[in-house]
């Protein structure tokens, strides 16, 4: 393998998680600290966002089959899920509530359709979740 660039993540603090989309643009680096830094591979790997809504260590990062949407996750905290519409880099409001019942995070998957997120938690219990009305 060569190496096709190389640069520091001066706002990562423990990396914990690399993630590239699959249209290739996107790459994700996730942290201890619970920043998740959005990065544009087609604008020579500018900085685009630091998503702070999690507080604890990123475990997970996936993205949709379209790359559009981000889902980035805890395991160190209940409920700890989010998702982020990219490229705006905007976190979804409506989903999840306080009331989505999501555990502790274990993975989560996207439908290669589209559509459809799985989740699966540390008490072995796995979601399907349809996406709709994502604002």
């Known amino acids: 393998f060569d190496i096709e660039r190389r640069w520091n993540d001066i706002t990562s603090i423990g990396i914990t998680k690399l993630r590239i989309s699959p249209n290739g643009r996107f790459l994700a680096v996730g942290s201890n600290t619970g920043f998740v830094n959005v990065y544009d591979r087609m604008k020579n790997n500018i900085l685009i966002k630091s998503i702070e809504n999690l507080i604890t260590r990123i475990s997970c990062i996936e993205f949709s089959h379209d790359s559009q949407v981000m889902c980035i996750s805890s395991n160190a905290k209940k409920d700890a899920l989010r998702l982020v519409h990219l490229p705006s880099c ?32 540390e008490q072995g219990r796995v979601r399907l979740w349809k996406l709709t009305d994502l604002a």
């Open 90 to 121: 905007k976190v979804f409001k409506n989903w999840p509530t306080p009331l989505t019942p999501l555990g502790k995070i274990s993975n989560v998957a996207f439908a290669p359709s589209g559509g459809l997120l799985a989740t699966g938690n």
